[in-house]
Nanobody, 122 residues
Framework: QVQLVESGGGLVQAGGSLRLSCAASGRTFSSYVMSWFRQAPGTEREFVARIQRSGAYPYYADSVKGRFTISRDNAKNTVYLQMNSLKPEDTAVYYC???????????????WGQGTQVTVSS
């Protein structure tokens, strides 16, 4: 089992940047595929990015490709989401999630953080 805690959210103007962090407890962090999801008010939670156990093969939703970068540091038990060129439509609560399968489906991720709010003003 793994516990996840996100940080780094906040209020930023359109075009700005934020870096989200997700710290994991336990000694098995490197055995998990890690992903970021987001949920805007009144919408379903949606996939943003995922990364393999080794840090290879990052994969992104089309809506963030070229602007967001997912990375991980297994020595620090942390996964990151660097968000550049932010748009108002990126406003959402961002969640990190841990799972076994390399998937974009919410159902494949049994472990979730509490979320961190990102608000992008126009």
């Amino acid at each position: 089992q793994v516990q996840l805690v996100e940080s780094g959210g906040g209020l930023v103007q359109a075009g700005g940047s934020l870096r989200l962090s997700c710290a994991a407890s336990g000694r098995t962090f490197s055995s998990y595929v890690m992903s970021w999801f987001r949920q805007a008010p009144g919408t379903e939670r949606e996939f943003v990015a995922r990364i393999q156990r080794s840090g290879a093969y990052p994969y992104y939703a089309d809506s963030v490709k070229g602007r967001f970068t997912i990375s991980r540091d297994n020595a620090k038990n942390t996964v990151y989401l660097q968000m550049n060129s932010l748009k108002p439509e990126d406003t959402a609560v961002y969640y990190c999630a841990a799972g076994i399968r390399y998937s974009s489906s919410l159902d494949e991720f049994p472990y979730w953080g509490q979320g961190t709010q990102v608000t992008v003003s126009s």
